[in-house]
């Protein structure tokens, strides 16, 4: 048989009971006050509760306390003294770092790949030169060895940070 759905926000529920330790019969009760039309047994009620609960408990929003003889299992908030409001602000804030960190890799890889271009480009440019003036090889064997060497760091900066956004992007 299907879950039956309810439109409630269970978090901010909770929340708005300001209860510092709670359990599912506790929160079930309460939510009977409140939604009185809404279950038709206390039933659905407790699994909606208990469901939401080990829900929020997953996500790390709240967890459960380790309580001797007694057989309800107690929540309390996992962030003490942290509004949840500002738990979801600091997500937020560090999802939007990330993108930041993302966006500046991005850019990173750009201007490394058109530097190493430009650089692959010089050394092409003093080969031609070495294949039309052969005997000015002296002239140009430095410059190409030093082009050629900063491609190479190029290439490097271009892998290290292209291995950095994608473990980012796997972040988002």
Same mark, same amino acid.
Not at 40 to 54: C, G, I, P
């Given at each position: 048989?299907?879950? $039956?759905?309810?439109?409630?926000?269970?978090?901010?529920?909770?929340?708005?009971? #300001?209860?510092?330790? *709670?359990?599912?019969?506790?929160?079930?009760?309460?939510?009977?006050?409140?939604?009185?039309?809404? *279950?038709? $047994? $206390?039933? =659905?009620?407790?699994?909606?509760?208990?469901?939401? +609960?080990? *829900?929020?408990? $997953?996500?790390?929003?709240?967890?459960?306390?380790?309580?001797?003889?007694?057989?309800?299992?107690?929540?309390?908030? #996992?962030?003490?003294?942290?509004?949840?409001?500002?738990? %979801?602000?600091?997500?937020? +804030?560090?999802?939007?770092?990330?993108? #930041?960190?993302? =966006?500046?890799?991005?850019?990173?890889?750009?201007?490394?790949?058109?530097?190493?271009?430009?650089?692959?480009?010089?050394?092409?440019?003093? #080969?031609?030169?070495?294949?039309?003036?052969?005997? +000015?090889?002296?002239?140009?064997?430095?410059?190409? %060895?030093?082009?050629?060497? %900063?491609?190479?760091?190029?290439?490097?900066?271009?892998?290290? *940070?292209?291995?950095?956004?994608?473990?980012?992007?796997?972040?988002?």
């Amino acid at each position: 048989m299907p879950k $039956k759905q309810y439109d409630i926000d269970i978090l901010a529920f909770i929340r708005s009971l #300001s209860l510092e330790t *709670f359990t599912v019969t506790d929160i079930t009760r309460h939510l009977l006050e409140v939604y009185v039309k809404m *279950f038709d $047994k $206390k039933k =659905n009620a407790t699994q909606f509760v208990y469901r939401h +609960l080990k *829900f929020l408990e $997953k996500q790390g929003i709240i967890k459960t306390l380790t309580i001797n003889n007694q057989k309800a299992i107690v929540f309390c908030w #996992s962030v003490q003294g942290e509004d949840i409001n500002d738990l %979801q602000k600091r997500t937020h +804030l560090e999802n939007k770092s990330h993108e #930041s960190i993302i =966006n500046k890799l991005q850019e990173k890889i750009r201007l490394c790949k058109a530097e190493m271009l430009t650089n692959i480009g010089e050394t092409e440019a003093y #080969s031609e030169w070495v294949n039309e003036m052969p005997e +000015l090889v002296d002239d140009v064997k430095s410059h190409y %060895q030093q082009t050629r060497d %900063q491609a190479k760091v190029m290439l490097g900066k271009v892998k290290g *940070f292209e291995r950095l956004l994608a473990q980012y992007e796997a972040r988002l």
